[in-house]
T-cell receptor, first 115, second 110 residues
Framework: EPEVTQTPSHQVTQMGQEVILRCVPI?????FYWYRQILGQKVEFLVSFYNNEISEKSEIFDDQFSVERPDGSNFTLKIRSTKLEDSAMYFCASKLTGTGAYEQYFGPGTRLTVT | LAKTTQPISMDSYEGQEVNITCSHNNIATNDYITWYQQFPSQGPRFIIQ???TKVTNEVASLFIPADRKSSTLSLPRVSLSDTAVYYCLVGERRDDKIIFGKGTRLHILP
């Protein structure tokens, strides 16, 4: 069964450093998402991406965050200058069409630790 | 998006059937009901979606009464590996993002 993959599984970085989290969505999917989950808290929506542009973003997704689909397979989330409060699990998700909103397929996540 | 209310946590034993009920009193005509499952340290996983009556797949059944103001996720004969957080979501199929609540933390005991 096709699945979303994410790398790395765990990233440790120092405050103020830039990090890039990588995702390979399911190959024929058209909609892409990033979510995050701070330890012990809810899964939070960050951004959705379709047709090479951001469709929607949350208040969390400020100027420090950016997303990119640099080629036909990867989808990346960049945090320019990490803060301690960016420590969380980051999940990438993808969806095939626009008609089944909740049928998103999530990756295993990247645990980001900012020290 | 319709607000949902579900139990914070539930315990059950292996081999039992588990029913998790979700209330969504202000569900709209175009809203669907969807359940996701999240194992510890993993991403959420789509389980089942329905609009009315009953839907069944290889993982679970979803029961939706005629007024659609609640729904029940039924897991038959649970095992330890069903220990997870279960999220009830209500919204239109054309909605883009998913807004997760706190979900129900299901703990299966041996």
């Amino acid at each position: 069964e096709p699945e979303v993959t994410q790398t790395p599984s765990h990233q440790v970085t120092q405050m103020g450093q830039e990090v890039i989290l990588r995702c390979v969505p399911i190959s024929n999917h058209l909609y892409f998402y990033w979510y995050r989950q701070i330890l012990g808290q809810k899964v939070e929506f960050l951004v959705s991406f379709y047709n090479n542009e951001i469709s929607e973003k949350s208040e969390i997704f400020d100027d420090q965050f950016s997303v990119e689909r640099p080629d036909g397979s990867n989808f990346t989330l960049k945090i320019r200058s990490t803060k301690l409060e960016d420590s969380a699990m980051y999940f990438c998700a993808s969806k095939l069409t626009g008609t089944g909103a909740y049928e998103q397929y999530f990756g295993p996540g990247t645990r980001l630790t900012v020290t | 998006l319709a607000k949902t209310t579900q139990p914070i946590s539930m315990d059950s034993y292996e081999g039992q059937e588990v029913n998790i009920t979700c209330s969504h009193n202000n569900i709209a005509t175009n809203d669907y009901i969807t359940w996701y499952q999240q194992f510890p340290s993993q991403g959420p996983r789509f389980i089942i979606q329905g609009y009315k009556t009953k839907v069944t797949n290889e993982v679970a059944s979803l029961f939706i009464p005629a007024d659609r103001k609640s729904s029940t996720l039924s897991l038959p004969r649970v095992s330890l590996s069903d220990t997870a957080v279960y999220y009830c979501l209500v919204g239109e199929r054309r909605d883009d993002k998913i807004i997760f609540g706190k979900g129900t933390r299901l703990h299966i005991l041996p």
